[in-house]
């Protein structure tokens, strides 16, 4: 069919209908008084309505669109950044503690198992840094770590660099810090201990919470003190961690930061852990670091060690009860032994030798290797305990001290006061430490420990003492005093001259003279706190 066609057939049809009258398809034509009508509606309508032209309309239509445009890009985009945020931080809680909040599930095991596993890429995410805790046997030192700062010695309330390390228990009643040390010998019927003690051996409820209070007033204080008012405050009645992982996690006065805990070894870390549980949200976040590695880290932050060497570490640390001894190579503990002999031993010493100059007995009432005094008078005995600790401060710098103690006791046939005046001079309490050795805890150290080489003499001083466990730790790890970084002599009690002198000696009859300039003591203070500002390093 041709195109020429069709259109003659559609002309035919278009000529048809226009020549067919109007009623035939159905069309009437209007009336008049319709026509009338109409034109009454239309103006009415003209009256009502007018008509905008288009070129105004359009310019407020687009302008329209372009402010819902711009506001709807910026809603949404910053919806894909509120998200994209969340799911970072989302992988990042993930990875870390290996939980998925938006999955029902305990959150604090999935941190613990991340914390066992040594996964310690957390510190980006806590912005008040880190706060180290060094529980010692008889101080507890803090320090702080602000993101990009150094780390610095936090002073408790009395202005101390430290804080005595004990916890006076009597049934559901709790005393930390001096307050417990001030019971140490006159206890008011309930018993003071040291944490380090409690740690040792089966925990109980009441002695797991007494450690935990004594950890959360030293950090709250210490908490306040660095950040001020920072701490995330929520309305909450229960209990309240410490320290959070994330402010949105916190209940009332908790902070985030990341606590670091020094421990000695893994005989007490579960303990510790146990103890500290409820200081933490979720519970997994704490670090906890070997002391040893704490105070390497500490010694190379403050260039005490050489500089381009890898070689391992003898550590000799003077603490308050024992005396540790270990070697540290490449991030691990090579060798750790303990002699039960501290600066408080030296305390201890001096107590014993005051009570016998003032109470006229020679009878050394001390069992075995203890040398806690004992005197049925516990208030005198807690005076003596004082005086004596202050004596022995004083002789780290001098000679000779005089301790003086007014009404210390009663002369039962004249009923007058007693009073305690008498000068102390260093060799009374060398003796008195030599005749210790020698008399017990040698007996002790080889009956029942390996800390003592079998390849030297039996010690009869301290430097003989500290020679014969220094030579043990080097054949235990097959050391030689040549393959040794340096000898670090650290701890509270490294600061008396006895066991400074006696190190020396030591040093020199192991290895020879030759190696004293390996030998490091670093000076004042820096010593003992050497592991708490490692720890805070390694946060």
Known sequence: MSVSFLRRQTYNRRHLLQSLPRTALGITAPSQEDDTQCDHRAIEHSR???????RQILPLVALGVGVVSVYSYRALKQMDDDW??????????????????????????????????GDDNMSSLFKGGTLAVDMGTSKLKLASKAPSSKPAIVVDREGARSTPSFVWINNDDVLVGRMAEGRLYDSKGGNVMRPSEILASDITTNEAEAIQQSIRVACSNALEQVLGGQSVTKNQSTPSPLFVLDESMAYSGAYNVRPVFTYRDDSSLTNFKQSLQSLTSPEG????????????????????????????VL?????????????????????????PMGGDTFVDLLTNYLIRDFYGSSEDKTIGISTKPKLEDPSALQRLYEASTTALHELSNKSRSQVNIPYLSIDLETRQPKHLDVGVARSIVYTEVETYIINRLVD??????????????????LS??????????????????????????????????????SVK????????????????????????????LGASLRG
């Open 48 to 54: 009502s309505y007018h008509a905008t032209p288009s």
């Open 84 to 117: 994209e945020e969340y799911y970072e931080k989302l992988e990042d809680y993930r990875r870390i503690t290996g939980e998925d909040p938006e999955i029902a599930s305990d959150v604090s095991s999935g941190a613990a198992a991340a914390t066992r596993r």
């Open 285 to 312: 976040i704490a670090l906890f670091v070997p002391e040893q590695l704490a105070i390497v880290t500490g010694a190379e932050y403050y260039n005490l060690l050489p500089s381009g060497s890898k070689d391992p």
């Open 315 to 339: 550590i000799v640390d003077v603490g308050g009860v024992t005396t540790n001894i270990s070697v540290v190579s490449n991030d691990e503990v090579l060798h750790a032994s303990s002699i």
């Open 444 to 461: 002790y150290l080889e009956n029942n420990s390996t800390v003592l080489s079998p390849s030297l003499p039996r010690p009869t001083d």
């Open 464 to 501: 003989t003492l500290f020679s014969s466990a220094l030579a043990s730790a080097m054949e235990n790890t097959s050391q030689t005093p040549q393959s040794l970084r340096a000898i670090l002599l650290v701890g509270g009690g490294a600061r008396i001259p006895l066991v400074q002198t």
């Open 505 to 532: 000696h030591a040093v020199g009859l192991v290895a020879g003279d030759m190696f004293l300039e390996r030998l490091v003591m670093p000076e004042g203070e820096m010593g003992e706190e050497l592991a708490v």
